[in-house]
């Protein structure tokens, strides 16, 4: 019997949408693929309840060592595995970290978007291989219109989304000129349980999480007056889905339309463990004050200063004001999001919560706790 499985390959398994979007292709009865990277320590946490023992029959997911940043190994894992849709989410996603590391995100994040699409030209492969680009909201930068829609001109502010902007024209042209079907989707931001750690949201709500905990006692942020368009992750991974299965190949802006700033996000999550926070200055002397806690068992008392600035976390050049407009999605591709704000923020403070239980029974016990800042 010939394998009438689809059979899917991502680049950027091990992260956030890696592993959201894994999960939805194997409950299709996808084959999947999954480019990780070597690393010093493991790096699979968030797939590895997928894991299937490579010796075992029947096995759907495969992971293979590669690198955007490695066009031959791209080639060799491409002409392997013969894929029905590639799904590129490798990234170097960090838009504070790119200033730092320009050149590298340039190499990964737009070059790394040339590599896969010339591997599968390269390789014959473009009428078979449908393929996805990890395109950004960050893509839209400095404001020129909003809500933001797939008409709204770029005016890309850090490397990463400058980096990001040739991955998106190299992925239009490569569809014009060989007639290939690849698309962008421009995510507006999503959030989850499985966030990177030193993303703002997860950072608020780890540490609302082990500040109600006593396990830490301040948070410190940079601009808190920037405002986010956020979704959920699980919402976004399906709009990934429905884009590549189109009669078309078409580029789509997917978000909620609803922008929050910063300091409502850090309200939201302290509201979550029963604490209510009032921000009082302005800028660098900004602060937030516990003004009551509701929970006994947190027992933060009122007028502790949790929330401060530290202008380190300031970026260069700041993405002020994303909000998305996803009515073509709507339209077209039938998809709306089905998490909202709130319930988003009482996931991953409720996920955090849980995380950091273990920790507090060892401190608890006498043990010493490493701390990671971010
Ligand atoms: P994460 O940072 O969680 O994951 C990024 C993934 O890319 C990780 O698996 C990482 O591996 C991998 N990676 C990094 N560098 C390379 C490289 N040189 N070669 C191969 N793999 C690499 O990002 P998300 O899951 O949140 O985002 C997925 C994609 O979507 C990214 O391209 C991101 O830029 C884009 N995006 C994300 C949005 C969001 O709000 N989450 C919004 C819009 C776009 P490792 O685990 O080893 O670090
Ligand atoms: P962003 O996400 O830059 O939008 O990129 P991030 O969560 O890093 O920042 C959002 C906003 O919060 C402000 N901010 C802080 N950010 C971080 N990380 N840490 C802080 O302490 C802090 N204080 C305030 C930032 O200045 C910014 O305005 C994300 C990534 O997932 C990209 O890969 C993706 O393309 C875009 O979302 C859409």
């Known amino acids: 019997m010939p394998n009438q499985k689809k059979v899917a390959l991502l680049t950027g398994v091990t992260g956030q ?25 493991f790096n699979t946490d968030r797939i590895d309840h997928l894991y299937q023992d490579p010796h075992e029959k029947d096995v759907n997911l495969t992971l293979h060592y590669g690198d955007l940043t490695d066009s031959t190994n791209l080639i060799r894992i491409i002409q392997q595995v013969q894929p029905d849709e590639i799904y590129n989410l490798g990234a170097m996603s960090h838009v504070k970290v790119s200033f730092d590391t320009p050149e590298y995100t340039a190499n ?38 909003v809500p933001q ?17 040739y991955a ?3 992925t239009v042209n490569y569809r014009e000129a060989y007639n290939m079907y690849a698309c962008n989707g421009i995510l507006f931001n999503h959030e989850s349980p499985l966030r990177g750690e ?45 884009i590549l299965q189109q009669d078309q190949p078409e580029d789509y802006v997917i978000a909620t339309g609803i922008t929050t700033t910063v300091r409502d996000f850090v309200r939201l999550a302290f509201n979550e463990v029963g604490i209510t926070l009032e921000f009082k200055g302005e800028g660098v002397a900004e602060k937030g004050y516990v003004v ?8 933060v008392e009122a007028g502790t200063e949790i929330v401060a600035i530290d202008p380190k976390y300031y970026r260069p050049t700041e993405v002020e004001l994303l909000i998305g407009d996803p009515s073509k999605a709507e339209k077209k591709l039938n998809w709306k999001p089905k998490y909202r704000l709130n319930e988003l923020v009482k996931e991953m403070v409720a996920a955090d919560l849980q995380l950091f239980q273990k920790e507090k029974l060892l401190r608890d016990s006498g043990y010493s706790i490493k701390n990671q800042y971010e």
Not at 118 to 129: C, D, F, I, S
Not at 292 to 299: A, E, I, V
């Open 17 to 41: 949408d890696g592993a959201y979007l894994v999960e939805l292709l194997l409950s299709k009865g996808y084959e999947v693929h999954g480019i990780k990277r070597r690393s010093s320590l």
């Open 108 to 145: 990964a994040d737009g070059i790394g978007t040339l590599r896969i699409l010339e591997a599968v030209r390269l390789l014959g492969l473009t009428q078979k291989t449908r393929i996805y680009q990890a395109s950004t909201s960050e893509l839209y930068g400095l404001v020129q219109a």
């Open 149 to 165: 829609s797939e008409d709204t001109p770029f005016y890309p502010r850090s490397p990463y989304a400058v980096a990001k902007l």
């Open 168 to 170: 998106y024209w190299i």
């Open 198 to 242: 030193t993303f703002v949201t997860r950072k608020i709500t780890r540490a609302t999480a082990k500040i109600a905990m006593g396990l830490q006692n301040k948070l410190y942020l940079g601009n808190l007056d920037a405002k986010r368009d956020w979704g959920h992750a699980k919402d976004y991974v399906e709009a990934m889905y429905l």
């Open 292 to 299: 009551s806690c509701s929970n006994p068992s947190y027992n």
